[in-house]
């Protein structure tokens, strides 16, 4: 098996002594789970060590892993210059993920470095991993180097992280690598009052889940958490943990976990993972898709009929290579009514598209419906244009709007029930009501004056307006 086991870490640089200065005494539990885990990671005796670090080069639509033949780095920004780490870059398995990745199309490479530096959240635990390694006599007092990879995070979807999982597995099984895997990450950052990012009680929601499923290598269920309260509970580790989860795929697994603590006001998770025979049960995304699938043909059964014009509007585009015109059939409400549209699009839960406009500028509200659905698959700047194979895939939200209500203020305000548009001379931005994650108008205004390029302490003018939202 080329994974032959895994850990999830946190990387408090605290819990070094020399960092911590004795406050790390406060984490004593965390500390001794660290140094078993490192040490069940020594016992393995992998060939390379694969770090999934969220404090590594990250970028919202590409995997960065460090190029080269090595790195250093220390904890001098932490007033403790003496650590340092020199590391050796396994550049065969790095090349073959990259091999592997253009020939997938899939957006992982070592283009983009800005820092070759080693990260805290690479560098905490290779400093339990180098204790342990020494320990069990695998590397010398004087010879320190351990050989590893070190891969960002992306903002791209839970899923596509789980892929870049499965194509580090594909990778070293083709160079009969052993390899383990170190996924490096803090769990909520709002876990207490007095921690130094407050509370919020998705906090101690997500600590309790995350634990309760890493502790049953249930991985499937980690795509069920939602981005916004991942957002909220200011998790750090997630996507991680679901890269490591990729790289067991198909095998079965064995699951300890050691230890959680929540002290500082931020969640340390310890969980090891011994990988054992061949699984088909265990075949994560599969059954993600498969769920997804089902999801999407129950929702084109019970459509309405905005959304079902929508939907065969992107299909006869790539049938016919142009826009259809508005079918003789048309319900009288979308063949007479002018208004303003918006049309968004989601693959598998996440934002694949979304334009609109606030007033109508179409002879009725159905042509505003095709223009949009096919502005919102292909000309979304944010995104690729859409492929042909996504088609089944993808989720429809149509947003009817009401005539703008101009110049109301902030307490005639709900991001609940309103919409807002904020402008200030030639610059405008728009957002739509009952979003996920925005729950109050500061929030709202907040996001929609940075889509219009406006400084949150300029004055704007602010309109509202509501939505009947066809799904």
Known sequence: MPVIGSIMVPHPPLIVPAVGGGEEKQVAETIKSYEKAA??????????????????????????????????????????????????????LVSEICRIAESEDFPAGTLGERNAALDHGTMVPLWFLTEAYKENKLISKEKTNLRIIRIGLSGLPLRTHYVLGQIIQKAASRLDRRIAVIASGDLS???????????????????????????????????????????????????SFVIMAGTMDGYDVSPEKLSHEDVTGVGYGIVTFRTGEPDGNRKYLEEYYKKEDAAALARKNNEDACVRLARLTLEYYFEHGRKMALPDDISG????????????????????????????????????????????AFHDPRFDPLKREELNHLEYSIDELSPIEVDVTEDMLDPSIYG???????????????????????????????????????????????VTRHK
């Open 39 to 92: 040490g069940f990671i020594a016992g393995l005796k992998p060939d390379t060590l694969v770090v999934i670090s969220p404090h590594a080069v990250m970028y919202s639509d590409y995997f960065h892993i460090s190029p080269g033949n090595g790195a250093s780095g220390s904890f001098s920004d932490f007033m403790a210059p003496d650590i340092r780490f020199e590391v050796d870059y396994d550049i065969d």
């Open 189 to 239: 950052h709002k876990l207490q009052s007095y921690g130094p990012y407050g509370f919020a009680e998705e906090g101690p929601e997500y600590d309790r889940r995350i634990m309760d499923v890493m502790g049953r290598a249930a991985f499937g269920e980690l795509f069920d958490f939602d981005e916004a309260f991942c957002e909220k509970a200011a998790e750090c580790g997630h996507r």
């Open 333 to 376: 409400g979308m063949k007479d009514k002018r208004c303003g549209v918006f049309v968004s699009l989601h693959e598998y839960g996440s934002l694949r598209g979304c334009i609109g406009t606030i007033e109508p500028t179409r002879g009725s509200f159905g042509e505003e419906i095709i223009q949009n659905a096919i502005s919102a």
């Open 420 to 466: 807002v548009i904020v402008s200030k001379g030639s610059r405008m931005g728009l957002l739509l009501p009952d979003l996920d994650g925005v729950d109050t108008v500061e929030q709202q205004i907040s996001i929609a004056k940075q889509k219009a390029g406006i400084g949150k302490n300029e004055n704007v003018r602010l309109s509202r307006f509501t």
